[in-house]
């Protein structure tokens, strides 16, 4: 009982720390910039006072990019978490086997005009889905074990990448212009359709895996144990799925593909968590402060200009892919 208990403690105070070094990124992106504006007056500006530039500043450009941050990497990061564990793999993220690139090749076919009209939140999510269900397809009676579910995952975000190319080689400039924050990963001037559209499916996809939970840890021992403890395989495996396509899907239309978010946020959440654990809620909080984190190191590290929040985490989270391909040993999450 004294064991269950520490466990537990640990855990509140893993999400307590994440929670904090978010509220200290989200505030350092709305205080550091161009236009230094000091805490206070970032209290003064969110309670409706302040002077007329520091609303602008913080009400029109930084506050919606730090919104959108703390969304896109929440659920980038949620669903990373679901796919590692149902894949019983760490390399098992959208970003690595293609779902991303899907999702962006089929949200700018809707901005370039591609012969399609949809809206990219419904076209991004689109492209994740049928990413996934091709995969799965390919994969096998594997389903999402095994490395020939990424290696297929890996082939289709290939060719999804290089379809996007062939679409913004083709299209008038202006038109390129618009569709290439989707094939870097930005947060610059999103979509608040797209942002409120990715707020609400963040919220069913994070209650549907806190439901999931339980289910989901029996997943990180061999099929035969997990059967055993009475959990639904297929039907498990299909909803985590599911719902790791739909926060995917719906963060790319609002970022793009921003990779590595989904690879490092549910690392650092089982490093700080206790060993056993799916870390769900600590791999949101981890995300969102990565995300943010990242958005604001490209904005102040060559300020006046500005690297896309994808380039900073693809920078970041490259060194640790290396290190996770070069050592086999620490792939497998069983």
Same mark, same amino acid.
């Given at each position: 009982?004294?064991?269950?208990?520490?466990?537990?403690?640990?855990?509140?105070?893993?999400?307590?720390?994440?929670?904090?070094?978010?509220?200290?990124?989200?505030?350092?992106?709305?205080?550091?910039?161009?236009?230094?504006?000091?805490?206070?007056?970032?209290?003064?500006?969110?309670?409706?006072?302040?002077?007329?530039?520091?609303?602008?500043?913080?009400?029109?450009?930084?506050?919606?990019?730090?919104?959108?941050?703390?969304?896109?990497?929440?659920?980038?990061?949620?669903?990373?978490?679901?796919?590692?564990?149902?894949?019983?793999?760490?390399?098992?993220?959208?970003?690595?086997?293609?779902?991303?690139?899907?999702?962006?090749?089929?949200?700018?076919?809707?901005?370039?005009?591609?012969?399609?009209?949809?809206?990219?939140? +419904?076209? =991004? #999510? @689109?492209?994740?889905?049928?990413?996934?269900?091709? !995969?799965?397809? &390919? %994969? /096998? *009676?594997?389903?999402?074990?095994?490395?020939?579910?990424?290696?297929?995952?890996?082939?289709?975000?290939?060719?999804?990448?290089?379809?996007?190319?062939?679409?913004?080689?083709?299209?008038?400039?202006?038109?390129?212009?618009?569709?290439?924050?989707?094939?870097?990963?930005?947060?610059?001037?999103?979509?608040?359709?797209?942002?409120?559209?990715?707020?609400?499916?963040?919220?069913?996809?994070?209650?549907?895996?806190?439901?999931?939970?339980?289910?989901?840890?029996?997943?990180?021992?061999?099929?035969?144990?997990?059967?055993?403890?009475?959990?639904?395989?297929?039907?498990?495996?299909?909803?985590?799925?599911?719902?790791?396509?739909?926060?995917?899907?719906?963060?790319?239309?609002?970022?793009?593909?921003?990779?590595?978010?989904?690879?490092?946020?549910?690392?650092? +959440?089982? =490093? #700080? @968590?206790?060993?056993?654990?799916?870390?769900?809620? !600590?791999?949101? &909080? %981890? /995300? *969102?402060?990565?995300?943010?984190?990242?958005?604001?190191?490209?904005?102040?590290?060559?300020?006046?200009?500005?690297?896309?929040?994808?380039?900073?985490?693809?920078?970041?989270?490259?060194?640790?892919?290396?290190?996770?391909?070069?050592?086999?040993?620490?792939?497998?999450?069983?």
């Amino acid at each position: 009982m004294k064991t269950f208990a520490m466990t537990r403690q640990r855990n509140l105070y893993a999400n307590l720390a994440l929670t904090l070094a978010l509220v200290i990124a989200a505030t350092a992106s709305l205080a550091l910039g161009t236009v230094a504006i000091p805490p206070g007056a970032i209290i003064d500006v969110l309670a409706g006072g302040g002077d007329t530039i520091h609303q602008f500043v913080i009400r029109e450009l930084r506050l919606p990019r730090v919104l959108a941050g703390v969304l896109t990497g929440a659920a980038f990061a949620l669903a990373g978490c679901m796919m590692q564990t149902i894949a019983r793999n760490r390399l098992a993220t959208p970003g690595i086997i293609g779902i991303d690139n899907a999702a962006t090749a089929f949200a700018v076919a809707s901005v370039v005009g591609a012969g399609l009209s949809i809206a990219p939140s +419904a076209m =991004a #999510l @689109s492209g994740a889905a049928a990413a996934t269900a091709l !995969a799965f397809g &390919l %994969a /096998g *009676a594997n389903g999402t074990r095994g490395y020939r579910f990424i290696i297929a995952g890996l082939g289709i975000g290939a060719i999804a990448g290089a379809i996007t190319q062939v679409m913004l080689s083709r299209v008038a400039i202006d038109a390129a212009n618009a569709a290439f924050p989707w094939t870097v990963g930005s947060l610059n001037a999103r979509s608040q359709d797209a942002v409120q559209i990715l707020a609400i499916g963040l919220v069913i996809g994070y209650g549907l895996a806190i439901a999931l939970g339980p289910a989901l840890k029996t997943l990180q021992f061999s099929d035969p144990v997990a059967i055993n403890l009475g959990t639904r395989l297929k039907r498990i495996r299909t909803l985590s799925l599911a719902c790791a396509v739909l926060l995917t899907g719906l963060a790319v239309s609002v970022a793009g593909p921003v990779g590595m978010v989904a690879l490092l946020a549910p690392e650092l +959440a089982r =490093a #700080l @968590s206790r060993p056993g654990k799916v870390p769900l809620t !600590a791999s949101a &909080l %981890a /995300g *969102a402060a990565f995300m943010v984190t990242a958005d604001l190191a490209g904005r102040l590290v060559l300020s006046p200009l500005e690297l896309p929040v994808g380039l900073v985490t693809a920078i970041a989270g490259s060194p640790y892919l290396i290190w996770i391909l070069v050592k086999p040993s620490s792939r497998s999450l069983s």
